[in-house]
Each structure stands twice: as C-alpha cells, then as structure tokens.
Nanobody
Framework: HVQLVESGGGSVQAGGSLRLSCATS????????MGWFRQAPGREREGVAA????????YYADSVKGRFTISQDNAKNTVYLQMNSLKPEDTALYYC???????????????????WGQGTQVTVS
C-alpha cells in the first residue's frame, strides 16, 4: 500500500531555508499528483505546492510562489519541498499527499488527495 514519510522539518530563523523530503513507497512514480500541505494551529489546511510526476509540472499557492520549490527524484521515489526566505507565518505542520490523476491539468495543490503522510513540523522564528 502507499506510504508517504516526511522528513526535514525543524526550527529556523526568519529568512532561512529548509528542505522537506517525502519518501514514497507502494506505487510506481508515474501519473501521480504529489502535493505539500501545511496546517498551523487555528488555521485551515493549505495546499502550498504540487507536482505531476509524469513530466514534472509544478503548481504553487500564491503565498509561497517564488520562495518554495517542489521537485522530484524519480530514482529515489522522493518528492522535495525547498523552502527559502522563510517567514514566521510559514510555521506549520507540513504534510505530503498523493493522488492518481490522469493528466497534469488535474493536479493542483488544493485538490483532494487520497494518501497522506504523518507530517513534519516547521517552526520559523
């Protein structure tokens, strides 16, 4: 079955960087939409980035565009979220999510995902 394991979270000062990883298993790395979400206490869950694994098409929420970069390593079946110029408002629990979609146009950060990881905490002070 599909497993998603996030890592790379931590504490960083404002302006710093972190790279999150989402190690996947249980499926072939094609025709999937892989997304990164975040949820801060008292706030709604927000989809921040997505990548369509066939072709590497990427999508970003306006709140992170220009600062975050989502990427994939097909050999390692891993998706990354490079986060630069971090702000205190980026503090949240970050989740990796996966869904099968037939075409890249259906892949979006805030779409419905089927499978989820456990999350990794990012704290920016």
């Amino acid at each position: 079955h599909v497993q998603l394991v996030e890592s790379g979270g931590g504490s960083v000062q404002a302006g710093g960087s972190l790279r999150l990883s989402c190690a996947t298993s249980g499926f072939s790395f094609g025709y999937w939409c892989m997304g990164w979400f975040r949820q801060a206490p008292g706030r709604e869950r927000e989809g921040v980035a997505a990548i369509y694994t066939t072709g590497g098409y990427t999508y970003y929420a306006d709140s992170v565009k220009g600062r975050f970069t989502i990427s994939q390593d097909n050999a390692k079946n891993t998706v990354y979220l490079q986060m630069n110029s971090l702000k205190p408002e980026d503090t949240a629990l970050y989740y990796c999510a996966a869904a099968v979609v037939p075409v890249a146009g259906a892949c979006r950060p805030n779409m419905d995902y089927r499978d989820w990881g456990q999350g990794t905490q990012v704290t920016v002070s």
